[in-house]
């Protein structure tokens, strides 16, 4: 039995579960392509601070991503969850993504890596953003992974309206050699993204999208929405050209997002492009290969009772979510310590990271459940609180 602190103070027993969740590894899935967006381990032991260039620690890193690619998950690289824009720079991100397209060629694994403008580090013109865009995707383009393009705060900044989006895109499409992802990010992920596509009416910013992919459809594998809103994610990949993907990045709605329509209704789905599937790597692995043998209920079976966790995890201020994810790492013994880079492990309270605990042991989330209860208990000390 362990006491867990609630949001008023008050302690609550939990007993924690004796048995994980059985999980298996495999080769790639087949009905869906799902990639995981994976956070980075920082090096515990760097004399750095908040503001500083980040400090990773690279084998348990690359050892992450590795136990992501042995349950058949995609790895989205350098993405939001491995905190671009918080606490990881540009040259700390494309090093990222160096060592990790060269991991996922030595293991077979499928990788895709954001492509943004974040070495802008001030105000920029619309020359500068494209200039910024183009780098990035060249780095990208170089390893041999996909590249994601991005939302771009310094584009957000600079943009006067739709026209200057579908510049700036079309520019940047126009010279990706493969498919590429457009990536949509909310401003609940990230408040300096408020207005993307050139307008906070969120019919007008989905028509300018839907524009932009429909003048270079060829370059664009798919889109990732971040919106957190089903019924948009839903009428906007009813309305994408054939051939383009939808990957849901709605880490609130992501089960029937990927589980889809029914054939009457046409039959449309979501792939998967998430940070929620870092914790869940295992668990989701699984789900989608009951999905592969056309098992729907089966999968929400699976699924549906994560919802609760990610939801939690995603809460509001929605951006300070990698915490959590982290925080699960630790105690699932992927890493042996809770610290982030840019110190972003005090981004939430002690009694959010308690319920993350008790809400993922009872997913059956942690391979070692003794581990992550001594571990937890080891956190509570830290925050004094009595036993």
Same mark, same amino acid.
């Given at each position: 039995m362990i006491r867990l602190p609630g949001p008023g103070g008050e302690l609550r027993a939990y007993a924690p579960r004796a048995e994980p969740l059985a999980a298996t590894t495999g080769g790639p899935l087949t009905s869906r392509t799902v990639f995981s967006a994976a956070h980075v381990v920082a090096d515990p032991y760097a004399d750095t601070t908040p503001d500083a260039p980040a400090a990773v620690d690279w084998d348990a890193t690359l050892a992450f991503r590795r136990h992501l690619w042995s349950h058949g998950l995609g790895v989205a690289e350098a993405m939001d969850t491995a905190q671009r824009g918080m606490g990881l720079d540009w040259t700390g991100a494309a090093e990222?993504?160096?060592?990790?397209?060269?991991?996922?060629?030595?293991?077979?694994?499928?990788?895709?890596?954001?492509?943004?403008?974040?070495?802008?580090?001030?105000?920029?013109g619309l020359p500068? &953003?494209?200039?910024?865009?183009?780098? +990035? *995707?060249?780095?990208?383009?170089? !390893?041999?992974? +996909?590249?994601?393009?991005?939302?771009?705060?310094?584009?957000?900044?600079?943009?006067?309206?739709?026209?200057?989006?579908?510049? &700036?895109?079309?520019? &940047?499409?126009?010279?990706?050699?493969? #498919?590429?992802?457009?990536?949509?990010?909310?401003?609940?992920?990230?408040?300096?993204?408020?207005?993307?596509?050139?307008?906070?009416?969120?019919?007008?910013?989905?028509?300018?999208?839907?524009? &932009?992919?429909?003048?270079?459809?060829d370059k664009v594998d798919?889109?990732?929405?971040?919106?957190?809103?089903?019924?948009?994610?839903?009428?906007?990949?009813?309305? *994408?050209?054939?051939?383009?993907?939808?990957? !849901?990045?709605?880490?609130?709605?992501?089960?029937?997002?990927?589980?889809?329509?029914?054939?009457?209704?046409?039959?449309?789905?979501?792939?998967?492009?998430?940070?929620?599937?870092?914790? *869940?790597?295992? *668990?989701?692995?699984e789900?989608?290969?009951?999905?592969? !043998?056309?098992?729907?209920?089966?999968?929400?079976?699976?699924?549906? #009772?994560?919802?609760?966790?990610?939801?939690?995890?995603?809460?509001?201020?929605?951006?300070f979510y990698k915490t959590g994810v982290v925080f699960l790492a630790w105690l699932a013994g992927h890493q042996e310590h809770f610290v982030m880079v840019g110190g972003l492990q005090s981004a939430r309270s002690l009694p959010h990271l308690a319920r993350a605990y008790e809400l993922a042991d009872g997913l059956g989330l942690f391979p070692d459940p003794a581990l992550a209860e001594s571990r937890m208990r080891s956190l509570l000390d830290v925050y004094g609180v009595s036993r």
């Open positions: 990222l993504i160096r060592r990790s397209a060269a991991e996922a060629r030595a293991v077979g694994g499928r990788i895709a890596c954001g492509v943004g403008t974040d070495q802008l580090t001030g105000p920029a500068a &953003v494209r200039a910024a865009y183009e780098e +990035q *995707l060249a780095v990208v383009e170089e !390893t041999g992974a +996909q590249a994601v393009v991005m939302a771009s705060r310094a584009l957000a900044a600079a943009a006067r309206g739709p026209e200057d989006y579908a510049e &700036v895109y079309g520019q &940047v499409l126009r010279q990706a050699a493969e #498919p590429v992802v457009l990536h949509w990010l909310g401003p609940m992920f990230d408040p300096a993204l408020e207005g993307y596509w050139g307008s906070a009416d969120l019919d007008a910013a989905t028509g300018t999208l839907l524009e &932009v992919i429909a003048a270079h459809p798919g889109v990732k929405i971040s919106l957190l809103d089903a019924g948009r994610e839903v009428d906007l990949r009813r309305r *994408l050209p054939d051939g383009v993907r939808c990957y !849901t990045g709605d880490d609130f709605h992501y089960p029937e997002l990927i589980a889809g329509e029914d054939p009457p209704d046409g039959g449309r789905f979501s792939h998967a492009l998430l940070g929620i599937f870092d914790p *869940l790597g295992p *668990l989701a692995a789900a989608v290969r009951v999905l592969d !043998t056309g098992d729907r209920a089966g999968f929400r079976k699976l699924l549906d #009772p994560t919802v609760e966790l990610s939801r939690h995890l995603f809460q509001a201020p929605t951006r």
